[in-house]
């Protein structure tokens, strides 16, 4: 089981925006769409490239630099030039107060080998 860590508080990510965070030395965008908020890896599977800074699109984001967008629940790109997936990592909202805290997991989330997750 994968450890939680503190990363920033809901309002730091309005929806629709996105904000590249550093868990165990690696970086991470989390992104509040209005299907809730993820955590995906922050590095484009394609171009190595920051995806914090892309455009938040429904319930995906897309890269700035060729425009690969990649679902936000399981990591899969949606478009080329992108072809392989990006890791995710499970999220959860913690209320302390009149403050909501989000905590993202450690470790990535398990792929199956069939893409599945």
Known sequence: MSDFVR????ADVPIGTSLKVV????DIALVNCDEGVFAISDIC???DVSLSEGEVIDCTIECWLHGSQFNLRTGAPLSPP???AVPTYEVRLVAEGD?????VAS??????NDGAK
């Open 7 to 10: 990363v920033a508080t809901v």
């Open 23 to 26: 868990v165990k030395e690696r």
């Open 45 to 47: 599977s394609h171009a």
């Open 82 to 84: 992108a072809i392989f």
């Open 99 to 103: 403050v909501t805290f989000i905590e």
């Open 107 to 112: 470790e990535p989330t398990p792929v199956t």
